[in-house]
């Protein structure tokens, strides 16, 4: 019998292992897409740009974690939807996250939320002019040509939620707000809409 089942081809092996993803219906994953989002990563490198831009002041002998490693983990974390580092404490043992990061699902966990904790803690004011410095060459490069004006339109959009209830927050109601600021990239002359959400 012959095998017609598509698969995703291109992905960057493990360990010298091969990784294959299959659409058969096999062991399913919510967390599949973080291995396409790697090979992405991989070609901007990103997660290095940013840790070039940190100093990282842990003893070199006793680091099990490294700069690179644990931003790359914050950002497939944040990409996957779980914005809050609390998630780490279950997402460390995840086996799509740990392949994500070049590590076979029977390796040591990822790290662990207080050390992502310290990693968000770590920049001082020169180090986040750096890393904002890094994300606009990052963004510049991502141009054939950097067009002569970029227009960032920059607004923030209230969510709304009341807990226990699917009715509508008013003002008088308690409710909590989520404020994701919304940033949309228009250039010229072929028109390019990009939009990135911030909770």
């Known amino acids: 019998m012959v095998d017609a089942t598509p698969f995703l081809p291109g992905l960057s092996p493990v360990q010298g292992k ?10 399913l994953s919510s967390e599949g897409g973080l ?51 609390n998630d780490a404490a279950t997402l460390r043992r995840d086996p799509m996250f740990k392949l994500a990061l070049d590590r076979l699902p029977s390796d ?26 890094a994300l606009i060459e990052q963004y510049c490069a991502s141009f054939r040509q950097v067009p002569k004006r970029i227009v960032l339109d920059i607004d923030d959009t209230p969510a709304f939620a009341r807990a226990g209830s699917s009715t509508a927050c008013t003002a008088a109601s308690s409710c909590a707000c989520s404020m994701p600021f919304m940033t949309i990239t228009v250039s010229s002359p072929s028109l390019s809409l990009t939009a990135r959400g911030v909770w």
Do not use: W
């Not at 091969?18 to 062991?27: M, Q, S, T, Y």
């Open 18 to 27: 091969a990784v294959v993803a299959r659409f058969d219906g096999g062991r």
């Open 35 to 85: 291995l396409a989002l790697r090979e992405i990563e991989r070609r901007l490198g990103l997660a290095n740009r940013l840790t070039a831009c940190l100093k990282d002041p842990r003893a070199p002998e006793k680091v099990v974690h490294g700069l690179a490693e644990i931003i790359r983990f914050r950002m497939l974390m944040i990409a996957a939807g779980y914005e809050d580092g």
């Open 108 to 133: 040591e966990e990822l790290c662990s939320q207080s050390t992502i904790s310290r990693l968000e803690n770590l920049p001082d004011v020169r180090a986040l002019l750096r890393l904002g410095r």
